[in-house]
């Protein structure tokens, strides 16, 4: 833990934040997030915390959100066998072990012992939120400092608010304490002011509270108990309402999962629509939060966008797309394929039915048919690929002519080989070239020609496997 701390101050130390804390609005914040627990509600061998929504893993949309109000390093609490989410989030975190997951309040314990000295405010939040937005953590955060609050929580009010804690009030309308469901009476049941689960904390206080945080009645150290402390020290809770109600969802099992789901697509959604982007059936277009859409990109159904891809405008995408970590340049289209890791200049064709695996580039203009594989690969600048085929761990030149059937055979049952093709090569149908193999530029070989050897530039070769004949000029 002290190697930790250590650990935590030199980061800081190193990207300079002791140093931006002066251009710094509120300047001495911790954030703690906390991904311990078990997790069961969700039935599941991975951490909960690391379900996606709309493609990214729940406790980075919490990361992200925070990321955009502070610019602290987060300290993370995860249990003890954490490897996952260890590496999931990676240097850019601290993270403190919760050995046994003895509740909310004992995950923040372990926290606590990481911040530095000289925070005086303290951001807490759950790993399970990932729709809250970061306009309700600033004006949580504004609040806390403006109304001089030693605790202040986001709370919304539910018409259903199952699973949540609820907030009891004083008479004077006082916020006085949390009540877990599971400890509720009838009437604190009816209540339909919830926690949200994100907090802010004078760190003073909460350091003194921590250490006289009692056990509840469920064998847990809940955090939510901070709050009656905290009122019953005399010292002041404030809340503020988060701006939508749904920001609070806390996802513990895989029906809320899809609640969050189904928001953040919307939301998602929404956003590329305001954007310029039109999408013909938004029921059935799936996009990433972390995707780019160029403006006057059109997306028809079935088609989904996913992880790091960035589309160009104008581009005409679907029906029925897959395209995963891809980019393309503008006016770009594709129709009933699919693109796996794959870099598609502009003015691009593709499909229907063609599959583009990793390493693929399609230089401009390239236009790759239906029923065509390609693996590995550069078709350069006005390259042509009408109809089946597959091409794989080879360079094709400006403005070769593939022809229908033609096949890179890049494999030798061992070893993967390359296969290069020059600039205007004209390649016949059921071309077979049998790699590692080259064809210089300007050469022609006949259909079904199974090429086993280098052919030199502006020859022609025929057969099986493939001789030189005369190369007649036209
Ligand atoms: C919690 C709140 C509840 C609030 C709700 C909002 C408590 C006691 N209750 O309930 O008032 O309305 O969130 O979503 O805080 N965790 C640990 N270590 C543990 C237990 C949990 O790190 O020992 C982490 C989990 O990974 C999770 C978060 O804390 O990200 C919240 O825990 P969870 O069990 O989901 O609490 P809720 O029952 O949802
Ligand atoms: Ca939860």
Not at 120 to 135: A, I
Not at 186 to 211: H, P, T
Not at 371 to 384: C, H, Y
């Amino acid at each position: 833990e002290i190697r930790n701390q250590k650990a935590y101050l030199a980061l800081q130390r190193e990207m300079g934040l002791f140093a931006l804390r002066e251009s710094k609005i509120m300047p001495n914040w911790a954030v703690v997030i906390l991904a311990g627990g078990r997790g069961q509600r969700m039935q599941s061998s991975l951490p909960k915390v690391l379900h996606q929504v709309c493609g990214k893993p729940m406790i980075c949309h919490v990361r992200d959100s925070v990321r955009e109000v502070l610019d602290v390093v987060p300290i993370v609490v995860v249990p003890q066998d954490s490897a996952a989410v260890r590496e999931c989030l990676q240097d850019e975190v601290v993270f403190a072990v919760q050995s046994d997951p003895l509740g909310t309040g004992h995950a923040v314990m372990q926290a606590e012992i990481l911040i530095p000295e000289e925070v005086s405010n303290v951001l807490v939040m759950y790993g399970d939120t990932p729709l809250v937005r970061w306009q309700s953590l600033q004006r949580l955060m504004d609040q806390h400092i403006f109304s001089g609050s030693a605790c202040t929580l986001l709370t919304t009010r539910l018409v259903s608010p199952y699973s949540m804690g609820r907030i009891l009030r004083s008479e004077n309308d006082q916020i006085t304490k949390i009540i877990e469901e599971r400890d509720a009476d009838e009437e604190q049941k009816a209540i339909d002011e919830v926690n949200g689960g994100m907090y802010c904390f004078e760190r003073e206080w909460m350091s003194s509270a921590l250490r006289n945080l009692s056990m509840s009645a469920s064998g847990e150290y809940y955090l939510t108990d901070l709050v009656e402390m905290t009122s019953k020290a005399g010292k002041k809770v404030s809340n503020v309402e988060s701006a939508e109600k749904m920001e609070i969802l806390g996802v513990n099992d895989r029906f809320q999962l899809n609640v969050a789901e189904a928001t953040v697509r919307e939301r998602v959604l929404k956003h590329w629509m305001l954007t310029g982007v039109t999408i013909i059936d938004p029921a059935t277009t799936y996009i990433d939060t972390d995707v780019v859409i160029g403006k006057d990109t059109t997306i028809y159904p079935n088609t989904i966008l996913s992880g790091s891809t960035v589309v160009g405008e104008r581009c005409r995408l679907g029906p029925n797309s897959m395209i995963y970590d891809s980019k393309t340049g503008d006016d770009c289209k594709v129709t009933a394929s699919m693109l796996e890791g794959a870099t598609v200049g502009s003015s691009v064709e593709i499909g229907p039915f063609s599959h583009l695996r990793a390493g693929t580039t399609l230089e401009q203009d390239v236009h790759v048919g239906n029923f065509v594989e390609v693996k590995n690969s550069r078709l350069k600048q006005g390259t042509k690929m009408g109809h089946f085929g597959y091409v794989g761990d080879a360079v094709l030149g400006r403005d070769v002519n593939v022809g229908a059937g033609t096949v890179t055979c890049n494999f030798d049952g061992i070893d993967k080989h390359t296969t290069v093709v020059g600039d205007g090569v004209f390649l016949g149908c059921d071309t077979m070239l049998v790699a590692p193999v080259e064809i210089g530029n300007g050469s022609i070989t006949g259909a079904g020609a199974v090429v086993n050897r280098d052919i030199p530039p502006k020859n022609k070769a025929i057969g099986m496997p493939a001789r030189f004949m005369p190369l007649e000029t036209k």
